[in-house]
């Protein structure tokens, strides 16, 4: 029987199977990004930049508020900004677009550079070749006085019919099958500088960066999924308060949202871990109690924001699945946790084995056949006893286990000497794991994932995430930008098909 046949058979069976509450996350958005969700490109383009061969390189350049070049220096440099254009099936390319601007200056297209089709004073139409990718916006002049602004690079099609909405079309059919959005990374949570709120991002500013609040909470309406917000670890109280106040007076009174202060501050490759341990030792607690006590005191201001409506709010206390004993450390700190807190979250993830120093070098002697049994037979089981050990925490505190991040985590990580160093650029073992994700078999994993996940008594899970490119790094995305086979993207698939929330 081939690969195909047992991904179809895989999928005929879930017929008859539970199905579950899914939620996804959304990849950050940046000029490298595997999806463009934006009608217009400047969303996503990379910030101003002086020539990579200039001497005065790391010389600031001037900028506007909205962080447009106001002006250029004496030696006449031009600047230049990275956009990227792709044509893929989930990028959302289309080939002829319109460059808009206001204010004077000269802007030209370099690298990939498109066809120009017309140009006007302030419009040029343009039609980018098949192979399109990276372009560059070159500006070589400027009127300081009326400084170009305002960028939009849209598709054509938009002049004669305008979309009411930033996003496309595509990309909101692509998370409409799932009731929540967790916008971890489309707020750039993980090592984030953000504090005050007059500081933050605004939909007006120029390139990439956190998407605005404004911009979450129109996502969230439009496609009717519940927002899962994840506050920034520096963020004051002001900041936290008028998130909470945009969010009551904007978000559609059918939907609630979830609230959860920062992402995995347990985990020490992130910048809010580190800061979190600081302060801990400043309060003389533990660096979970420190987590549990700012997040019991951010979800306090947004339920007095909130007033007669805090029953829409969820209060999510993050933990990290294989560590129970830190779960119950920052519970046991407060006299009713069930009163502070209702969702207990985890990560709820397949596979790290794998890739790992101790493994990588079995892992590349077998074949996809024993590499899948060896997650049955092994690591399904230990999954499943760190599973009962969260729900047995959350149902003595009177909490929902749910999953804020969930799926495979097949990807090399750590360094061995036997494999000669770093694994993640060990091709070998990239493509062995890469290849796994690619196989249709992963769609049965997901289902014996779900099926122990229902067994156990979860609730929600967010997916992690809707789409990535595959490589060293890791094959996070349920969508495979890539991905070219007969079977589309197994894991979106199988997800979809045991999804009951839509």
């Known amino acids: 029987m081939n690969l195909l046949a047992i991904y179809l058979l895989g999928l005929a069976a879930a017929d008859s199977q539970q199905c579950i509450n899914s939620g996804i996350n959304i990849e950050r958005v940046t000029y490298w990004s595997n999806i463009n969700p934006f009608v217009n490109l400047i969303r996503i383009s990379d910030e101003w930049r002086r020539p990579w061969d200039s001497s005065n390189r790391e010389v600031p350049l001037h900028l506007t508020p909205d962080l447009y070049v106001k002006r250029l220096d004496d030696s006449d440099e031009p600047v230049y900004s990275i956009v990227t254009v792709r044509f893929d099936s989930h990028s959302f390319g289309e080939k002829n677009y319109t460059l808009l601007f206001d204010g004077e200056g000269d802007i030209e297209f370099k690298f990939d550079r498109p066809k120009i089709v017309s140009r006007d004073e302030h419009k040029i139409d343009v039609e980018f070749g098949p192979q399109a990718d990276t372009v560059a916006l070159m500006i070589d002049s400027i009127n300081e006085k009326d400084p170009i602004r305002n960028i939009r690079l849209i598709p054509t099609s938009e002049l004669s019919s305008p979309s009411d909405s930033v996003y496309n079309d595509q990309f909101k059919e692509l998370v409409r099958p799932f009731s929540v959005i967790r916008f971890m990374d489309f707020l750039s949570t993980n090592d984030s500088t953000q504090s005050r709120w007059q500081d933050r991002r605004h939909p007006m500013q120029y390139g990439q960066g956190p998407i605005p609040i404004e911009d979450i909470v129109a996502l969230a309406n439009e496609v009717k999924a519940i927002p899962w917000l994840n506050i920034p670890h520096l963020a004051d109280d002001n900041y936290v308060r008028r998130m909470a106040e945009y969010t009551l007076a904007n978000l559609d009174r059918d939907l609630t949202v979830y609230v959860e202060y920062s992402n995995e501050v347990w985990n020490g490759s992130f910048d809010q871990a580190k800061w979190a341990e600081d302060q801990a ?31 829409r709010i969820t209060r999510v206390l993050g933990t990290q699945l294989h560590n129970s004993s830190r779960t119950e450390q920052m519970l046991e700190a407060f006299e009713n946790p069930e009163d502070l807190f209702d969702v207990l979250a985890v990560n709820y993830y397949l596979g790290n084995s794998l890739g790992s120093p101790e493994m990588a070098a079995k892992t590349l002697k077998m074949d996809n056949n024993r590499l ?15 599973l009962r050990r969260q729900k047995s925490l959350a149902d003595k505190y009177g909490m929902e286990l749910d999953a804020y991040e969930a799926g495979q985590h097949i990807v090399g990580h750590g360094s061995s ?18 290849g796994m994700n690619r196989d249709p078999r992963i769609a049965v994993l997901y289902h014996k994932m779900i099926d122990l996940w229902i067994e156990e008594g979860g609730g929600l899970i967010n997916w992690f995430s809707l789409t990535s490119n595959y ?5 996070w995305g349920i969508v495979d930008v890539d991905d070219r086979s007969d079977a589309g993207s197994p894991k979106y698939n199988a997800i979809l098909k045991r999804t009951c929330n839509r």
Request: proline content about 4%; cysteine-free.
């Open 281 to 311: 030792k400043k309060a003389g607690v533990s660096p979970a109690q420190y987590y549990a006590s700012r997040a019991r005191h951010v979800h306090s201001i947004w339920r007095s924001v909130f007033s007669g409506d805090a029953r």
């Open 372 to 386: 899948f049994e060896y997650l049955d037979s092994v690591e399904l089981p230990i999954l499943k006893q760190n």
């Open 417 to 434: 000497r036997k494999l000669g160093g770093y694994l993640p650029d060990n091709e070998e073992l990239t493509e062995k794991l890469v």
């Open 471 to 475: 490589g060293k790094w890791g094959s």
